[in-house]
């Protein structure tokens, strides 16, 4: 299984150098529903993971995924979604000036390629005129995160349960501004082939069985204080 291993608070290496987050964490369970599967947590870079997944480095990959048309097309995603993923934007501790898209007319926003977040910032700058500045980075979320703090770019766009996470774990003076843009359910990804359509389709059963047991529930209060698997 293809992750970042970067992206606290859903993967991420823990002080004893293990794999963990709250994706690997349903993926555990899903293990204990169907002992016929059993997963091994390869951490990579966000740009290489469908390169992995394609190239069969990885049979799935867990990482807060939403779905777009372009992913529905190439690929295999779960039909139940394990949580409810957030967008909001992201900006230096204490501004009090952006809340809104309109607010990042004249600003700088950033944005990580190929990101699930970034769907609703590209749709209202197109509906919009195309009046943001949007600055595309290769890195992850903390490269941007830091380019906030020092002032570079103003925005971005994210959970904010990464960022509040990340202001934590490293320091960083970030916080969510303004109101939900969006709420998404995530998925595990697979290959769009016949091993791909199986494993699959087992997840599926052993997801479906977490949630009618409120396993998915429990496990979400665990982590975030509150359900936000539905």
Same mark, same amino acid.
């Given at each position: 299984?293809?992750?970042? %291993? ?8 823990? =002080? ?7 994706? !690997?964490? /349903?993926?555990?369970? /899903? ?17 290489? +993971?469908? &390169? ?7 049979? +799935? *990959? ?14 295999? +995603? ?5 949580? *409810?993923?957030?967008?909001? !934007?992201? /900006?230096?501790?204490?501004? #009090? ?9 004249? #600003?700088?926003? @950033? ?8 769907? &609703? ?10 009046? !943001? ?10 490269? *941007?995160?830091? =380019? ?5 770019i103003d925005a971005t766009v994210n959970d904010p349960a990464v ?8 320091? +960083?003076? &970030?916080?969510?501004? %303004?109101?939900? !843009? ?12 016949? #091993? ?6 087992? *997840? ?8 009618? @047991?409120g396993e998915l529930s429990k496990l979400s209060e665990e982590w ?7």
């Amino acid at each position: 299984m293809g992750t970042m %291993g970067t992206y606290s608070p859903y993967s991420y290496v823990d =002080e004893s150098g293990k794999l963990t987050g709250y994706d !690997l964490e /349903v993926l555990r369970k /899903v293990e204990v529903v169907d002992p016929s599967l059993h997963f091994e947590f390869i951490a990579g870079p966000w740009d290489s +993971l469908f &390169v992995g997944l394609d190239s069969d480095k990885f049979q +799935l *990959i867990a990482n807060q995924i939403t779905s777009t048309e372009e992913r529905e097309e190439k690929y295999y +995603l779960t039909e139940n979604s394990y949580y *409810i993923c957030v967008d909001q !934007l992201i /900006v230096k501790a204490g501004r #009090k000036d952006i809340a809104s898209f309109e607010d990042l007319v004249g #600003k700088k926003l @950033g944005l990580t390629v190929g990101d699930g977040h970034n769907q &609703v910032a590209e749709k209202w700058n197109e509906e919009n005129g195309n009046s !943001l500045t949007i600055n595309y980075y290769e890195e992850d979320i903390t490269t *941007i995160l830091q =380019e906030i703090e020092n002032g570079r770019i103003d925005a971005t766009v994210n959970d904010p349960a990464v960022a509040e996470s990340k202001a934590e774990t490293q320091g +960083l003076e &970030v916080e969510a501004a %303004g109101e939900w !843009l969006s709420q998404s359910p995530t998925h595990f990804i697979f290959k769009q082939d016949e #091993k791909g359509k199986e494993l699959r389709d087992k *997840i599926d059963a052993a997801l479906t069985k977490l949630q009618d @047991g409120g396993e998915l529930s429990k496990l979400s209060e665990e982590w975030f204080g509150a359900d936000y698997t539905r």
